[in-house]
């Protein structure tokens, strides 16, 4: 069946690099997301990449794809104290509709 | 523009009470959808709406009944809920539901059932 699996929580200092790591299960998933939510609000659509891409970079994100390990991982440069949220990886595209599987989601709590 | 705006943005109801959720997006989106989050989980697939017609129902009780009245709308009906409902009820959109389409979400509606 259909599965991602993140960490739960990664703390980072402020101005350090973050890696945030998501696997997933289903081989025809088209696209993979990452979406990023703040306490109490809706999900913030971060960036995504088409599987038959490696890496996708924009601005701070960047994005690598490992398709023969099914291993999504999140960059992002700089880590500032507006980056702490919680990101939640996502797969797109599997089953007969755009269905999204979401992922536990990480909690990142970026400290000075 | 890629927002989704809904309303309320947060709302309290007794067990007895019949209360509406509202969606709305102005991005030409034919794919409209309801999702519900509870604490600390990630969302939940509640309905699909394609082209405002149900396409998708993920086995969710009758008491929450969608209605999508035009291309822009979408409404959650809610009516007898229980306190295990409580959650962030979430509407995103996509173009259309081929596989791979990007959903943009909203700010959600925090519901709380007393």
């Known amino acids: 069946g259909e599965d991602v699996e993140q960490s739960l929580f990664l703390s980072v200092r402020e101005g350090d690099s973050s890696v945030i790591n998501c696997t997933y299960t289903d081989s025809s998933s088209t696209y993979l997301y990452w979406y990023k939510q703040e306490p109490g609000a809706g999900l913030q659509l971060l960036t995504y990449i088409f599987s038959n891409m490696d890496m996708k970079q924009d601005q701070r994100l960047t994005v690598l794809l490992n398709k023969k390990d099914k291993h999504l991982s999140l960059r992002i440069a700089d880590t500032q104290t507006g980056d702490s949220a919680i990101y939640f990886c996502?797969?797109?595209?599997?089953?007969?509709?755009?269905?999204?599987?979401f992922g536990a989601g990480t909690r990142l709590a970026v400290h000075p | 523009d890629t927002e989704v705006t809904q309303t309320p943005k947060h709302l309290v109801m007794g067990m007895t009470n019949k209360k509406s959720l509202k969606c709305e997006q102005h991005m030409g989106h034919r794919a409209m959808y309801w999702y519900k989050q509870k604490a600390k989980k990630p969302p939940e697939l509640m309905f699909v709406?394609?082209?405002?017609?149900?396409?998708i129902n993920e086995s969710v009780p009758s008491r929450f009944s969608p209605e999508c009245p035009n291309s822009s709308l979408l409404n959650l009906h809610l009516h007898a809920l229980q306190p295990e409902d409580s959650a962030l009820y979430l509407c995103?959109?996509?173009?259309?539901?081929?596989?791979?389409?990007?959903?943009?979400f909203g700010p959600g509606t925090r519901l709380l059932v007393l």
């Open positions: 709406y394609s082209y405002e017609k149900l396409s």
């Open positions: 995103a959109s996509s173009q259309t539901t081929a596989k791979g389409e990007t959903q943009y």
């Open positions: 996502a797969e797109g595209g599997s089953g007969g509709y755009n269905k999204l599987i």
